[in-house]
């Protein structure tokens, strides 16, 4: 089973980043030098798929214009010798093919994802959500694929997240396969703490078949009134079996402030070309009270 697209959501409001969303895209804050929507792409060439398909919204123009060539920029770079900058920033452009899909109004996530139902047509696919950082390698959207390749295209990204904030999440019950998988018995979006049965939360890596489309279709606004993705998934679970992977790696919630600060701070300690700089810059804030 060869899977060749990838959708990136990326038209929400990103409310809690007000009001640096009021005109940036929380898809391109950065984590250090790179926004994190580049991150995400750069997971799904890793995992060998080479058409990206952006949902965005309107207003949100520099998501696009950030995969575009900078012929005038790139020449400035060569004339200045500036190589090492020059290599950066073509490499942001030549990572995938992009391409765009607008979604009018930001009407849930899974509404985004059917925005791209014609641009993605009848084959398997891999949703991945910018927000959600992964560090791993090989990397989750990878380790995904490998499940995939041998139980079918159905496979939710999963980990433990604390009884405290499973009603933040999708949540699935599920009977052990193999280690690290379970196939899914039940989901729940947003369960009240009380009602939850688990906590294995589904985070921002799906790779799903295209019937999920017509799961959609059917699907009417849920919690927050949006269209949400895991209650597609309720339905898509009538007619096909769905796989909660727990993947290796960490995972950065970069949808909150403190998310993105702490994805920046451990990013920063990871690199080797900062790592000095972030462990005396750390070291120089002394005790904190
Ligand atoms: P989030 O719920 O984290 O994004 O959706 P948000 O709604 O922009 O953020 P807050 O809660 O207001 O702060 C996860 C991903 O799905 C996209 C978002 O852009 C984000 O990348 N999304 C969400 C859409 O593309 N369309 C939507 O209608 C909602």
Not at 72 to 96: F, I, M, P, Y
Not at 145 to 161: I, M
Not at 237 to 256: I, M, N, P, Q, W
Not at 262 to 275: C, I, K, M, V, Y
Request: hydrophobic share 45%; net charge negative; glycine share 8%.
């Amino acid at each position: 089973m060869q899977i060749r697209k990838a959708v990136i959501p990326a038209a929400g409001m990103g409310t809690r980043f007000l009001p640096i969303t009021k005109s940036v895209p929380k898809e391109l804050l950065p984590i250090l030098d790179k926004p994190m929507l580049q991150y995400v792409v750069e997971e799904v060439a890793e995992a060998g798929i080479e058409q990206v398909i952006i949902v965005t919204a309107p207003g949100k123009e520099s998501i696009a214009s950030y995969f575009q060539t900078q012929p005038a920029l790139e020449q400035h770079l060569l004339d200045t010798g500036a190589t090492e900058l020059l290599e950066k920033v073509r490499h942001a452009s030549n990572l995938a093919q992009v391409s765009y899909v607008i979604q009018d109004e930001p009407l849930g996530l899974g509404h985004a994802v059917l925005t791209a139902r014609e641009s993605v047509g009848n084959e398997p696919f891999v949703v991945v959500l910018p927000d959600d950082i992964i560090a791993h390698a090989p990397g989750a959207l990878s380790q995904m694929l490998e499940v995939a390749e041998r139980y079918g295209p159905g496979v939710l990204a999963v980990e433990p997240v604390p009884w405290e904030v499973v009603q933040n999440y999708g949540v699935v019950e599920g009977s052990p396969v193999e280690e690290r998988l379970q196939r899914v018995t039940r989901l729940v979006e947003k369960p009240p703490r009380q009602e939850a049965r688990s906590n294995l939360a589904i985070v921002g890596r799906y790779v799903l078949p295209p019937e999920i489309f017509d799961c959609l279709e059917r699907t009417p606004a849920g919690a927050k009134d949006e269209i949400q993705l895991t209650d597609a998934l309720v339905l898509l679970l009538e007619s096909h079996d769905l796989y909660a992977y727990e993947f290796k790696g960490t995972r950065y919630d970069g949808g909150s402030p403190m998310g993105l600060l702490r994805a920046s701070l451990e990013f920063a300690l990871a690199r080797p070309d900062t790592r000095a700089a972030a462990k005396a810059l750390i070291a120089g804030l002394g005790e904190v009270d």
